[in-house]
C-alpha cells in the first residue's frame, strides 16, 4: 500500500498550504493510500489532524511530501528522514519584501531560499503548484518537475454558479475586494491608492475591502494611515475571517484587484472566478497562469489606469459578464480531476514506480 506523510514548516487556520494538505489528505484517503500530515510549528486555533514534526517515523518505503514555502527549522532532520522525499515547492517570498516591516519573517524567508540547494539535492521527485515555481526549481538543479496546481475546494466556502452569482451589477457604490495576507508583496498599498483616484474621479461611495491575516502590525498601520489619507471612511481591513464570513465578502463583491508584485499561486483568483467576480490583477509570477483569458491583466502601475480599468468594470456590464463567463470556463482547469492524477504522478515519481 503507498503511505504517503505530509510535512509542513508551519500549519495555521488561515494558511493556503495547511489547507491544500488538508484536501491531499482527502485524496489519498479516497485513493486507499495511508499515511499522516506533520507540522513543525502548529498555531493552537488549528483545527486539524496535524501532528508535532518529532512524531513523524516513516517507513524506507514510504513517501515524505515536504511541502516547502519557508524556512525548515531543522533541516538536517528534514534531509535525514526515512522514507522517499517528494518536495513540493510553493514557493518562499523574497525577503527583501520583509526586512523593515518583519525582520524575523525577513530571516525565514532568506533561510528557505538558502535550503532550496540542500532540499532539491535530497529529494526523489520534485513538483511545484505552478510552471513559475517550476522554473525557480530549475536554477536550483531540479529536472522533470510536475507542475501540480492547488487544489481548488470550491465547496468549502460555498460558491455556486459563477455566471449566475455575477450577474447582478452595481454601477455605484460599487464594492471592491482583494484577498490575501497583509504584506508589503501584495501591494494592498497600491490597491488603496488606486481606488482613491476611482473613488475620487467615479464613484463616491465606492467602497474597498482587504481581507486577509497581517504579516505584523507595523505594515497595516501604514495600510490604515493610506487609507485615511486617499479613501477615508471608505476602506475596510478584515482579518481571521471565518469561511462563512469570506464567502459573504466575495458575494458581495463587483470588482477584485490584485496588484501583487510576487506571487507563486494566488489562489483568491480562483476564489474570486467561483463567485463571478471579475478579475483586474497585474501580471506577477503565476498570476497569468492561474488567470489566463479570465481577467484584465494590467502591467501598468499607474493608479490612474487601474483607476479606469474598475470604471470601465463598472460602466460595462457585457464586459464584466464576459470576465464572469470566462472565469466559469477557466475554473475547469483547476478542477479535481484535472490536478488529482497530477499529484499521484508526483507521488509515483518519489517512489520510482511509472505513472
Known sequence: MTVVHQLLSGAGPHD?????????RAHFTAWGWGGEDHAYRIHPRLDA?????????PAPDDV???HHSAGWPRLDDVLTLPGRKLLLYHNVTPAAWFWVD???LA????????QLTALVAAADATAADSAFNAGELAAYGAANTVVVHLLLD??????GDPVVTGTARRTAGIRVLFVGRLSPHKRQDEVIRAFGLYRRVHDPAAVLTLVGD????????????LADRYAPGAVTIESGLSEAELAARYRGADVFLCLSEHEGFCIPLLEAFSFGVPVIARPAGAIPEVAGDAALLVPDADPVVVAEL???????APLAQELIRRGSERLRAFAPEAIAPRLAAAVRAAERVAA
Open 310 to 316: 474598475i470604471a470601465l468594470l463598472a460602466e460595462d
Open 107 to 114: 530571516a525565514h524567508c532568506q533561510l528557505g531560499r538558502d
Open 64 to 66: 515524505v511530501l515536504l
Open 214 to 225: 497581517p504579516i505584523g502590525e507595523r505594515y497595516v498601520e501604514e495600510l490604515r494611515a
Open 16 to 24: 493556503a498550504i495547511t489547507t491544500e494538505a488538508g484536501v491531499f
Open 154 to 159: 470550491r465547496a468549502r466556502l460555498g460558491a
Open 102 to 104: 518583519v525582520p524575523g
Open 49 to 57: 489532524p496535524i501532528q508535532p514534526a518529532a512524531a513523524l517515523t
